[in-house]
């Protein structure tokens, strides 16, 4: 009989863990692949919020499938009883709402990078904005053959969204 003191009972539990981060990874990865371009012009808050509730139904999802193939292959007798003690117990809640706050973490944070880039989240959390100092940056200005005329037809905030779908199509 093995017990939790045993160093061979961990190979299973790291066997499982790799097999469902695996199988985790790979669903977010196709998520994003597929919702990309959806994902594109929408709001920040709805953008967090979204990816962060449809990352906690795939972690949730992983997580039932790999531990009901653990609960039978454990014991298939028990399997009906182990699957719903496993949905019943609050560990099971908490654990899901431990899931979303930290993808609203991951999630919000890798959107302030994806808009502003890599460095300056990481520079103000630093505190590297909070006395000035000397910077090289590099702008770019483009000029839109008839921008002008565009802009005086279309009006200040109409352009903008031009100019915003224009950005966008060339992303």
Not at 6 to 14: G, I, K, M, W
Not at 42 to 55: D, W
Request: glycine residues 6%; charged residues 15%.
């Amino acid at each position: 009989m093995k017990t939790r003191d045993d160093p061979q009972s961990f190979a299973p539990l790291l066997i499982r863990a790799s097999f469902t981060g695996a199988l985790i990874m790979g669903s977010i990865s196709i998520f994003e692949d597929f919702v990309q371009n959806w994902f594109r012009r929408r709001q920040f808050i709805y953008l967090v919020l979204v990816r962060s509730f449809c990352y906690t139904i795939i972690i949730s999802f992983w997580l039932t499938i790999t531990n009901s193939i653990w609960f039978f292959i454990k014991n298939p007798t028990y399997f009906w009883e182990e699957l719903a003690f496993y949905f019943t117990d609050e560990m099971y809640y908490v654990n899901l709402i431990s899931v979303f706050l930290t993808a609203i973490l991951a999630t919000g944070l890798s959107e302030i990078n994806s808009l502003h880039g890599k460095g300056p989240l990481w520079n103000f959390v630093l505190g590297r904005y909070h006395t000035p100092r000397e910077v090289e940056l590099i702008f770019c200005f483009i000029d839109l053959k008839g921008s002008t005329t565009i802009a005086e037809k279309l009006g200040h905030l109409q352009f903008a969204m031009f100019l915003r779908d224009f950005f966008f199509g060339y992303h």
